[in-house]
């Protein structure tokens, strides 16, 4: 059956699935559609066990409650006859219903009492790393008090056809990044949030960690993930255009792979230091160019420079006019407006690279090269 | 018939000048519809959009400004003048008073609603659109990041702050000083008790709203670093300072609702209402909660574990008091004699529905868990139970129940039922599965989703669709009803009605009570 029939087969069925599948399904562990994952940490375990309970208390008193309206609505109905009771108060019966409840609330806070102790317990990590919100991206950066950061962003790798329907969408449509965080197994890794323009917030539901990431603030979390795998997430704070464009994609691997993938993310920061001295010529530009614009310039000016959220850069006279108004507008972003500052999200060779693909591509015949050191000058004023 | 001194005017200077709590009332009421339309609309793009997975209708940025108009306009021009229109039709006639205590000042707090509406909705139109920072606003997106129309939503709300606060000096002056003799406070109708705390929160946190948006307006314009930390500022304060507002707000808007399910209940059970002193009790320990709980809206913006401990400790203790209302509701059916006329089939459905989303609540006000749920479509689930199935269900529950009296003429009843049910199975549809994605990790206010939510979206937006629909038999049946209705010659209507209002003659005369009834 294809996707579309399965779908129309569901929905039919919809209010009966509904009922059976949230019942067949709650414990269905990781893979639920209708319930909280327990997700890949003991924390997130802990957070599923407190919600399945509470979800129990009160499926228990509901179905009492509704029993006796229920009963009620059969039995003291005007139509078999009944003559209706007078009574109106019994304060033994009113004291009963005040104090169980309580007394019932009390055993429940006990263990969400402890469970946010542990969720709060943020020393001892193995590793840290700092999480930035942008609008709309993330960028990861792994602290390391004997070298050099490794840091990187983190986009949305859903092509925009998929998203306007014209091409078929993919198995992680909207959950795909083009650089997933990655971090080890089985260790405690702590995540310090905080963002660059408006309040952004972090959800992994597998790894059951959420946290605002507050311009100006840093806040605390952490996670041990016990099993290997490829987790995701989204933004989960209205951070405006484009909040529902900001996936998160998290690949939890062994030590070793770990060690492995950081060594050559430090190596490549070295390279790029180098490349930083050197000169290039404008097919190397424009051929690194393309893939930085594809990165962090599409989703707003469009794949041919047509514009969209963002003005057309194709004709624009700002592309194709003097260099020095061109690298303001990039490096420092216009206020008021949803275009970033990237002096701090690119490297001078991305942004090189980029300011020279933007003034040839697209019908730009600017031909003018832009270098590393042209943007290392023009930062420095 | 009574002695008409003066009767209404003529035209449309009727209902510009007038005074009289009847007609005033009237107009709250087609306003509050009318902005109840207005908002449904744009949850129907809203529920359109998300029909699909894809950017199909609308782009990200008019989303955002669906969602966001979507919950200013039902929150402050539905539901809240709709009770107004009710407290303003029923107090009087329910305390035994001939009028509202300050009628000049009550035709002031409805007039200047239309004309602020007007201008929030013509956001839409401005450029840079209409704000786009959810009804919610937080900073900075709604202050460094917000588009120029956000001077006017500013100006708005403190314009919908003036009317609220002078509708509730009103009703407070109204209660206060002009009840019958002998209608003691603890003989007054639930209704008139429930409006009478809700007035006190009203006064107490709509300036706490107005000093919000006025620290908003002078970090936009005047320099200000209220919420930006660039300046020494906390974007965190100002979620503090809306929540302080907020959190009460929702109680604003429930409170009535209780009052008049705790009118319905009983007529149709015909039996009196069962703890009615506990009753009381526990709507002003809802209230008095409250005003401590605010932060359980922000428990994942990095609190101290005491903050967090607190305010979880607190936000459960309202389960308690909650429960003991819909334990009275539920024991006045208990023995009773039950009909169920469409005003009974809205309050047993609100009792079923209200207590899901209590459920939900006390849920949510499990700090651990609430990492897991905040923000996510459960919210939304829970959210909606509250407002729609609490405030707009209970609303409908009382048209149908006191439109009889007010215009003297019934309402066709198998049209009632049919928008009962319709409304109830639409609402279902649209809400239960929004637990399942929410629970399954979709974040709320997305414009487009993963695969993996795509049947539950779909049902939802053609349970939304049924809903919306229903409202146009509802504005059908109303509107039938008052010119072409049966006429109703019995004062009570309805047979196990209790109050004073039912005293009075049917159709409800133009002055209400010339001369104070006496109270045993």
Known sequence: MSFQAKRLCKLTLGPVLMLTSALVLAAGGETSQVNMSPGVTEVGKNIYDLHMIILGICTVIGLGVFG????????????RGVAPATFHESTAVEIAWTVVPFLILILMAVPATSTLLQIYDNDDADL?????????????????????????????????????????????????????LVIPVDKKVRFLVTANDVIHSWWVPALAVKKDAIPGFINETWARVEQTG??????????????????????????????????????????????????????????????VYARNCQACHGANGEGG?????????????????????VIHGVPGTAMQAFGGQLNDVDMAAVLTYQRSAFGNNMGDKVQPIDVFNHKKG | MGDYHHGPAKGLSRWLFTTNHKDIGTMYLWFSFAMFILGGSFAMVIRAELFEPGM?????????QMTTLHGLVMVFGAIMPSFVGLANWLIPMMIGAPDMALPRMNNWSFWILPPTFLVLASTLFMEGGAPAFGWTFYAPLSTTYAPPSVTFFIFSIHVLGLS???????IIATVMNMRAPGMTYMKMPLFVWTWLITAFLLVAVMPVLAGAVTMMLMDIHFGTSFFSAAGGGDPVLFQHVFWFFGHPEVYIIILPAFGVISQVIPAFSRKPLFGYASMVYATASIAFLSFIVWAHHMFTVGMPVAGELFFMYATMLIAVPTGVKVFNWVTTMWRGALTFETPMLFAIGFLILFTIGGFTGLMLAIAPADFQYHDSYFVVAHFHYVMVAGAVFSMSAGIYFWLPKWCGRMYNEAMGKTHFWISFIGFNLAFFPQHFVGLAGMPRRIPDYALQFADFNMMSSIGAFIYGASQILFLYNVIATIVAGKPVSDEKVWDGAEGLEWTLPTPAPYHTFETPPLVK
């Open chain 1, 128 to 180: 840290d790393i700092l999480v930035t919100g942008y609008q709309w991206k993330w960028k990861y950066e792994y602290i390391n008090e004997n070298g050099e950061n490794v840091s990187f962003f983190s986009n949305l790798k859903t092509a925009q056809g998929e998203i306007h329907n014209l091409e078929a969408k993919g198995e992680h449509y909207l959950l795909e990044v083009d650089e997933p």
């Open chain 2, 164 to 170: 609220s606060i002078m509708g509730s000096i009103n």
């Open chain 1, 309 to 329: 959220v963002g003005k057309a850069i194709a004709g624009s006279p700002i592309a194709t006019g003097d260099l020095a108004t061109h690298m303001d507008v």
């Open chain 2, 56 to 64: 199909q209708l609308v782009d990200p940025a008019f989303f955002n």
């Open chain 1, 68 to 79: 006796v309206m229920f009963y009620s609505i059969i039995y003291h109905r005007k139509s």
């Open chain 1, 230 to 291: 490829v987790y995701r997430g989204q933004c989960a704070e209205l951070c405006g255009t484009n909040h529902g464009f900001m996936p998160i994609v998290v690949n939890v691997v062994d030590q070793s792979e770990f060690d492995q993938w950081l060594g050559e993310k430090e190596k490549d920061a070295a390279a790029v230091k180098k490349l930083m001295a050197q000169n290039f010529t404008l097919d190397e530009l424009m051929a690194r160019g393309k893939s």
